[in-house]
């Protein structure tokens, strides 16, 4: 299988690099995370003249119909720079909305234009307070009938729940999944917004009867959302991988200029050996995501989730040993906020528990109907 990228894709992956070394180096950064509102309209303005948000839309809502590997490209960039705009958060909602139009859905494919455009952002609203890491443990209920229906129940940890004009919401109706759209300036919808560590912003959504549209419905509920969250795991795989390979060359650096009996710490043999293993740890973590990109679109649920659910969990592994190396290979300026390292690491450990950690992705491959375990 060949993994090399397209011209096109270097191409794009350049203009991105550029854009993002020269307008969003670390110090640009931290102001936008030290800013009231968390993100920078002049950033988004930007990625939808560069075609960031309509590369994932389909042609057909006047995007790029960009692909998996498309994605890996953009995601490993923003995950090198740690950039803090709702990318993933609207891209996961881009995928929910073109699952949705292709069921003929009509209000998902006027804001997927929207979204290609630039004008609107979007945010699936996975977790609930009570359910760790089971999605389907959902306590979030709906009520109506056709396509308008009202819900009642609790979101949390809604990755720039409060920066988003619609939130995608799974909820149950008579016992079943179905997944749903909401406005932000609906009714009866209350935000409570904070900071995670690693410098993004999070919200929890309460909602009380408020309105809400039907995307999928009881038929295909479940089997839609769990596509979605497989989408977003994937995304998380792929801009880890930038995480991986930014630390791995800032601690590559740092140990060329650090000091030690007379010599740069980076001659030390043994220091060379955990660099190496760093660099080993990236690469089968890249191996793997590439293989979960070239699985994502496979019609078989199960395919595609052992693909997705192997990729978290390898990467999972090399996020925290990577992370863990980088830090004490820089000494204490490895957590201090003045170096980018500590920001990385941060962002890695929130990756590495976002939607499913090492062990329940384990857990996950290890139940599905094509795990088999021979005795001899």
């Known amino acids: 299988m060949d993994f090399t990228f397209s011209d096109e894709q270097q191409q794009f992956r350049d203009a991105l690099r550029r854009y993002l070394d020269n307008e969003y180096a670390f110090d640009a950064r931290q102001k936008v995370v030290a800013s009231q509102a968390g993100v920078d309209e002049k950033h988004w303005r930007a990625f939808a003249e560069l075609g960031l948000l309509a590369l994932p839309v389909p042609e057909a809502q006047g995007g790029f119909d960009g692909g998996p590997f498309d994605m890996l490209v953009v995601m490993q960039e923003l995950g090198r720079a740690l950039v803090v705009e709702p990318y993933w958060a609207t891209a996961v909602g881009i995928e929910a909305l073109r699952l949705a139009a292709l069921k003929g859905s009509a209000i998902a494919g006027d804001l997927l234009e929207q979204a290609g455009r630039g004008e609107i952002r979007l945010s699936v609203a996975f977790h609930e ?10 306590r979030t209920t709906a009520s109506g009938d056709g396509e308008r229906f009202t819900l009642t129940g609790t979101k949390s940890m809604v990755q720039h729940g ?71 795991t994937f995304l998380l795989c792929a801009e880890t991988l930038g995480v991986l390979d930014a630390l791995n060359r800032a601690t590559v650096d740092y140990t060329k200029e650090r000091q030690q009996f007379g010599m740069p710490i980076a001659r030390f043999q043994a220091l060379q050996h955990r660099m ?75 990756i590495e528990t976002t939607l499913g950690d090492v062990d ?10 094509a795990f088999f375990v021979t005795e001899n």
């Open 162 to 232: 409060a920066q988003a004009d619609y939130w995608i919401v799974p909820a149950r109706v008579e016992g079943e999944v179905a997944v749903f759209i909401v406005a932000n300036d609906a009714a009866k919808a209350g935000i409570t917004e904070y900071r995670t560590i690693d410098g993004q912003r999070a919200a929890t959504l309460t909602f009380d009867e408020t309105p809400a549209t039907r995307l999928a419905g009881r038929d295909t509920g479940a089997a839609t959302f769990e596509r979605i969250a497989d989408y977003a």
């Open 129 to 138: 307070p009570h359910a760790r890491y089971d999605l389907f443990d959902l």
């Open 360 to 369: 329940h992705h384990l857990a996950r491959f290890a139940a599905l109907p």
């Open 276 to 350: 190496v293993d760093m660099l080993i740890h990236a690469e089968q973590a890249r191996s793997i995501a590439y293989l979960a990109a070239a699985r994502y679109a496979s019609d078989d649920a199960v395919i595609r989730a052992q693909a997705i659910s192997a990729a978290k969990a390898r990467v999972g592994q090399a996020a925290r040993f990577v992370g863990q190396q980088a830090v004490q290979l820089h000494g204490g300026m490895g957590m201090t906020n003045e170096l980018p390292a500590a920001h990385w690491f941060k962002r890695l450990s929130i």
